[in-house]
């Protein structure tokens, strides 16, 4: 029997479905996404079994590193024509006597990171367009007493938005010592009520534990 | 390679030219997809990080004016948190006298951890009551036989936590060389546990100490508290 010769042909793939599942991903997920913020710190959160999510506005959330730095952040308020961040820069500003442009306050409105710059070198660090710069300058804000710019921008948060809550992200590994200092200066400030920001984990305990 | 194929259509009408269906490279898109997707997968922060409220007591300012609260001392539970993953915890309370005596009247340290075994059994071991009161109504939210608002759930239970008498008050501690996880683990336990009353306060020096003699580590200067 003589073989019969198949044509070799190139097998066509209809690729137009799978074109379409992967638009329809790809729109969803543009839509939905918020984007994760790159932080100056990597920061592992605790755990706990609190189910109140994170609020969107008017937060300061007080980022603690595991290697002791402490930084800041906040948001523009509800609204963005409020923009609470240029007016919270410029009472610091006011405060140690430095005059902010008008670019540099837009550009601290813009910037979505915890800052932890010290506001000697806040002209610079917004000035700069070098990321390395940048980071470089981005050490952690000074809370010991003889220099507590922590203090002051607690103070003027508070003083611009009235309403700014205080939320405290710490590294598991984060020393307590430095918690306590960051608690101890927002007292100071008459802040008492504090959100610890948590991710969710399940604990159970079954009655019949309790009954033994 | 993908194509775009075209039906022909008016088989009946003239003659034209026979017209290839236009072939689309499509590869370089799905790429471009691929690409777009596996990022925004990436960087997209589905599941909202939580919070947990704790409100601190008010700083006296004026140490003078400052008052001992009243509690029963046989209620009370003191819980120090060690460095390592430790815990120690004592009952009642220790006044500096009592410490500096020679030889000093210290109540029993009793060294335990975090896990569920540890901790979590001696708080719901202390209060039973209260926890299983509201482990019950839970089970019965869960199960359906009482249908109320998450709203009404959670003032139930701070009802039931304000009304009873009979659990611990837990003071907690902090050395400082404890850390943050250590921290938001203990508060996550009082409220695993029901714990209807606690209270998280300053560290003393003789505490310090006790904490130092049991884990073994030689004290710091820096204690300010020291007088």
Known sequence: MPKIKLPTQSPHIDMTPMVDLFSVVLIFLMLTTTMRQPEPANVDTPFSISETPTPDFNMMTF????????????????????????????????????EFTEAELRFFQKYKSSIGVPILQMKEFLGTDDNNVRNSLNIGIPIDSADNQLAMWILYARQVNPSIQACIKGDSETEFATVERVLDILQEKNVNRFNLITSLEAAKINLEEIQQ | MAEIIQEEKGKGGKKRAKKHPPHIDMTPMVDLMCLLIVFFMLTTAFNKAKIMEIILPEKIKDPTKQEAPRISASRTLNILLGPDGKIYTYPGSVKPEEYSAVPPILP???????????????MLDKNKTLARRIAEFRQEVVSGKIQISPDSVRSTISKMKSDDDTGPIVLIKAYKKANYGNFVDILDEMNICGIASYMFTKITWYEEKMVETAAGITPTLSSSNNP
């Open chain 1, 63 to 98: 980022l603690l590193a595991p290697d002791g730095k402490v930084f800041m952040n906040f948001d523009n308020g509800p609204d963005t024509i409020l923009a609470f961040r240029p007016k919270i820069l410029q009472e610091m500003g006011k405060r140690y006597e430095i």
């Open chain 2, 108 to 122: 029993p340290l009793n060294e335990t951890d975090y896990s569920p075994e540890g901790i979590r059994k001696l």
